[in-house]
């Protein structure tokens, strides 16, 4: 399948000539459909999101994250919590989960805060904790719901069998020992308590071939491959199946999983998917320097082919030409019940 892993990363200098040409090619066609509703999107959810803010790092223990913390990154974040969102259909987890049951629940990487939050309405009667490593969550919060500054990779302050549901998502290429991390959710995990990680694919890829090797959009998931490579952290989670691996390794039962397609883009056929479509694109357009200057200077870029290939990848998502998606998995288990 094109846009795999196991190709190479093109020279820096290549996107560079790229953009040479493409300024003496004005007749590139740009699809509308791709660009006006992509920018009808922002203006709605992105008013409703500005109240998160604090774009401060807390830079200690081993966690690193590879995006950008500022407003524009966090932005970003909020829009692809929608594209997720819409498809899980308008559910914030897959877990089975009785409203009864659920009186203390942690959200580790929280970021902005949004799932939190969401979680917190849906749950009125449970605390609902979020942790990440920089404070950028918003200071008006419902009752049951509080932010608290934690690294996940060091030892968690919280107390053995203390919650009900942990949730974790998006936490690719920031961590050393995922089956370190998974146990400790065990431990802190109630008996009978369930545990969700949602993770996504770095790689971008297509199914017809548009997304060929000497795309932008097929070389994303190779600069950050390899990126994490350097920095020992594993872009490579589905592929792998570090997720279920983790888990069973943990002790979790009655673990299931479900994996779906991303699309980016308008060009799915499906109104669901097209939906979903466009506010992946526009996830990527917020901030596509938030994303890639890390891994990027990583591998010794500098920021101008860092620019040049992202002016490349922009052109190719808003052509409208080529059929991209990534691969996205929610994993979910049990912790068994005590036995006498």
Known sequence: ????????????????????????????????????????????ILEYRTIHGRTFHHE????????????QQNESLDIHHHACTLALDGKLYLA??????????????????????????????AEVIGTDISPIQPTWLPPNLKFE????TLEW??????????????LLGSIVDWNELFQRAFDTLKPGGWFESYEMS???????????????????GRIFIEGGRKNGRSFTILQDETQKTAMQQAGFVDIQEK???????????????????????????????????????ALGWSREQILAYIASLKKEVRSGKYHPYYKQKSVWGRKPEKTA
């Open 149 to 152: 500054i934690e690294d996940c």
């Open 202 to 220: 770095a790689i971008i890829e297509s199914d017809d071939g548009t997304v060929h090797d000497e795309t932008a959009l097929a070389q994303w």
């Open 96 to 125: 089975p989960l009785a409203k009864s049951d659920i009186k203390h629940a942690l959200d580790i990487g929280t970021g902005t805060g949004i799932w939190a939050l969401d979680f917190a309405d849906e749950f009125p009667d």
């Open 259 to 297: 994996n779906f397609k991303m699309p980016i883009g308008a060009w799915p056929s499906d109104p669901k998917k097209k939906e979903m479509g466009r506010f992946a694109q526009l996830t990527i357009e917020q901030d596509p320097e938030g994303y890639t200057l890390f891994m990027a200077d």
């Open 157 to 170: 302050t919280f107390e053995s069998d203390r919650f009900d549901y942990i949730h974790m998502r998006w």
């Open 60 to 71: 200690r223990g081993n966690a690193e994250y590879w995006g950008s913390n500022d407003a």
């Open 1 to 44: 399948m094109s846009g795999s892993k196991t190709g190479n990363i093109l020279p820096p200098e290549h996107w560079a000539k790229q953009a040479e040409n493409d300024d003496d090619d004005q007749g590139s066609v740009v699809s509308e459909d791709n660009v006006s509703s992509t920018t009808s999107l922002s203006s709605s």
